[in-house]
């Protein structure tokens, strides 16, 4: 018996839309429609392009949807969508990419930035708060600075949780080239909190 659409892979769904079945697109839909929206603000930094551009990522999905092959993996093509079409609009608005705050970071520690610097502020729940928005636009800036391929891997590592393998299919660079990047971008971070991993750290 075929699998029901909630166990479905996305492949799977993506097949059984290309024969006909609308229910099987409306469950991509469902699964990618916030991950998408989040990866493309972030990048656009205006909620309502954002809105419209993901709306643009699933109707280029509907019109393409003869060009996908059952052996790719869905979510490579479709961020691959989305990727160039913000890249498009960034163009065009000449808008500067907005980062994540609260995605996880790669290593043995997988808790977000802010998280793992809040740890190690002052109880005071004032001065802890106020700490926090310190690193959170400490971050934000920092992001904005990155050169523009390690922004990238960070949004599609960060924001997209894609595996390394499938952005490298999307940026169209080797693997490894990505890693580098994204390590480049974490030590390029992490430079940049360092001030206030030391505020932290006299406030003990």
Same mark, same amino acid.
């Not at 809105?51 to 999905?61: A, H, I, K, M, S």
């Not at 790669?106 to 808790?111: E, K, P, Q």
């Not at 992490?190 to 006299?202: G, I, M, N, P, V």
């Given at each position: 018996?075929?699998?029901?659409?909630?166990?479905?892979?996305?492949?799977?769904?993506?097949?059984?839309?290309?024969?006909?079945?609308?229910?099987?697109?409306?469950?991509?839909?469902?699964?990618?429609?916030?991950?998408?929206?989040?990866?493309?603000?972030?990048?656009?930094?205006?909620?309502?392009?954002?809105?419209?551009?993901?709306?643009? &990522? +699933? #109707?280029?999905?509907?019109?393409?949807?003869?060009? /996908? $092959?059952?052996? =790719?993996?869905?979510?490579?093509?479709?961020?691959?969508?989305?990727?160039?079409?913000?890249?498009?609009?960034?163009?065009?608005?000449?808008?500067?990419?907005?980062?994540?705050?609260?995605?996880?970071?790669?290593?043995?520690?997988?808790?977000?930035?802010?998280?793992?610097?809040?740890?190690?502020?002052?109880?005071?729940?004032?001065?802890?708060?106020?700490?926090?928005?310190?690193?959170?636009?400490?971050?934000?800036?920092?992001?904005?600075?990155?050169?523009?391929?390690?922004?990238? &891997? +960070? #949004?599609?590592?960060?924001?997209?949780?894609?595996? /390394? $393998?499938?952005? =490298?299919?999307?940026?169209?660079?080797?693997?490894?080239?990505?890693?580098?990047?994204?390590?480049?971008?974490?030590?390029?971070?992490?430079?940049?909190?360092?001030?206030?991993?030391?505020?932290?750290?006299?406030?003990?």
């Amino acid at each position: 018996m075929a699998a029901a659409r909630g166990d479905a892979t996305d492949e799977m769904l993506m097949v059984r839309y290309q024969r006909g079945d609308r229910e099987a697109f409306a469950e991509l839909v469902r699964r990618y429609e916030r991950p998408i929206f989040n990866f493309v603000i972030r990048q656009l930094r205006h909620a309502n392009t954002a809105e419209d551009l993901t709306q643009d &990522v +699933f #109707l280029r999905v509907v019109q393409r949807a003869g060009e /996908f $092959k059952h052996e =790719a993996r869905f979510s490579t093509w479709l961020y691959t969508i989305a990727r160039n079409l913000s890249i498009d609009q960034l163009r065009k608005n000449r808008l500067r990419r907005h980062p994540s705050l609260d995605s996880p970071t790669s290593g043995a520690d997988s808790r977000p930035l802010v998280e793992r610097i809040a740890d190690t502020h002052p109880r005071s729940s004032v001065e802890r708060s106020a700490a926090s928005s310190q690193v959170q636009g400490k971050i934000v800036e920092a992001v904005d600075e990155l050169p523009a391929d390690q922004r990238e &891997v +960070f #949004l599609l590592r960060q924001i997209a949780n894609l595996p /390394f $393998k499938e952005i =490298a299919s999307i940026t169209g660079v080797p693997e490894n080239t990505v890693k580098s990047r994204m390590r480049y971008a974490l030590d390029r971070l992490q430079d940049a909190l360092s001030e206030f991993e030391e505020y932290a750290r006299a406030l003990r």
